[in-house]
C-alpha cells in the first residue's frame, strides 16, 4: 500500500435522507440540528453518541457543538455503521481539508469514545500532521479499540 503524503480531505459520514438538508443547511453540529428543529435521519449509535455528548473540549465547550468530521472515513464509526445499516443508505462526504487552515476546530489523536484520546486545537495541527498520517494509513480494524 503506498502510504500517504497529505491529508487528501476530510469526511462525514451520514444517512444518505440526509443530503438534501445538508445541502440546505451544511454540516452542522448536533446542538445546532437540535436548536433549528432540523429533522434527521440517524445513523449512529445511541450508546456512543451519548458517552461523546458528555465529552468536553479544552475551550469548555461540549464535543455536541462541533460537527464530526473525519482523517479518515473507515474509522470505528463506519465499523458499527455498515454492520447496523443498509449499505445503500450510508453517505461519506468529503470535505476541502482547506478547513483544516481555519482556527476553530478541534481535532484528536484517535477515537473520540476513547478516554486515551487527547484533543488539540487547530494551531497544534500542523506539529501533529505526521502522527494523523501515520494512524489513517491503516488497512486493518484495531481490535482493541475497534479503530
Known sequence: MAKWKEIRQLYYI????????????????????????????????EDIVRNRAGKQLPNGKPIWDYANVYFQPRNPMMYRVKIEKPINKI????????????????????NVACAESEF???????????????????????SVDRS
Do not use: C, M
Open 14 to 45: 451520514t444517512h444518505i435522507d440526509n443530503l438534501p438538508s445538508i445541502l440546505e443547511h451544511g454540516i452542522l453540529s448536533h446542538s445546532e440540528i437540535e436548536l433549528r428543529g432540523i429533522k434527521y435521519a440517524q445513523i449512529y449509535d
Open 120 to 142: 488539540y486545537a487547530a494551531g497544534e495541527f500542523p506539529k501533529r500532521q505526521r502522527g494523523i498520517l501515520r494512524q489513517i494509513d491503516k488497512a486493518w480494524w484495531n
Open 91 to 110: 453517505a461519506i462526504l468529503g470535505i476541502r481539508k482547506d478547513v483544516l487552515a481555519r482556527n476553530d476546530f478541534y481535532f484528536t489523536n484517535g
